[in-house]
């Protein structure tokens, strides 16, 4: 299973593009968009839950839904995602990649759903939502399928994701380069390596933790960059990122 993502400016090309992605073949319940705005509700959950709804926000997706395989993709949740603000999920899938978990969907389907779902790149739809944007993503069993679905997802003007993520650094680029340490020619030697660490800090399971925490984790998949001073420093600098934005700071109580 892969990912298959796009970054839309309008609301409607987004709505084209899912419609497209389903004329090929894929399953609805394999596309997903997201978009801002929409009416939240209440949710019950804990002070310091983990970033997107967490598992008490996927109990009220769970029974809004009634966690259905064959969900259709024109129902939708609207929820209230930290860092972000309300946001409509379309297609189950969204429910899952924004951080609903059993309770929402049910063990053996969200083992299936989240097999392949870009969760590292979530800080880019977060961003792209923020900005106002929809975003189009859908799970394909095959290359050939894939190259199709990119196919219809720039025909109608996506932005693939790493365009969207490298116009994320690019706006955060310079005033990083002016608070880097060593100045703004160390900066350029070192970016490689600090980017790696700060986009490293914006994955879901790094929200909140401290270093001390994180570290087994980034080690497993990061390996020697952990020993660079850039990349800790990046680390650092995407902590105090996500803390300005509300990420991983979970919702608050209502009940």
Do not use: C, N
């Amino acid at each position: 299973m892969q990912t298959v993502a796009g970054v839309f400016a309008r609301h409607t090309d987004a709505e084209r593009a899912a419609a497209g992605l389903e004329s090929i073949g894929i399953p609805r319940e394999r596309i997903t968009l997201v978009a801002p705005g929409g009416d939240t509700r209440p949710v019950p959950t804990d002070e310091g839950e983990r970033p997107g709804m967490g598992a008490a926000l996927g109990a009220v997706v769970g029974s809004a839904t009634g966690a259905a395989v064959g969900f259709p993709l024109g129902a939708a949740v609207t929820l209230l995602v930290p860092g972000v603000g309300p946001v409509i999920a379309s297609g189950l899938i969204g429910a899952v990649l924004l951080g609903a978990s059993g309770a929402a969907v049910g063990a053996t389907l969200e083992e299936s759903l989240i097999t392949g779902l870009p969760r590292d790149e979530l800080f880019v739809y977060e961003d792209a939502l923020r900005r106002g944007h929809s975003v189009v993503v859908a799970l394909v069993e095959d290359d050939e399928r894939a190259d199709h679905a990119r196919r219809i997802l720039a025909a109608v003007g996506a932005e693939t994701v790493d365009a969207a993520r490298d116009r994320w650094w690019l706006g955060l680029r310079s005033a990083e380069s002016e608070r880097y340490g060593d100045g703004a020619t160390a900066f350029e030697r070192d970016e490689a390596l600090f980017r790696r660490g700060f986009e490293a800090a914006l994955a879901p399971d790094a929200r909140g933790r401290t270093w001390a925490e994180a570290v087994g984790a980034l080690r497993a998949r990061h390996g020697a960059d952990l020993d660079a001073p850039a990349f800790r420093h990046g680390w650092e600098r995407g902590q105090h990122y996500q803390r300005q934005l509300g990420l991983g700071t979970g919702l608050k109580k209502t009940a």
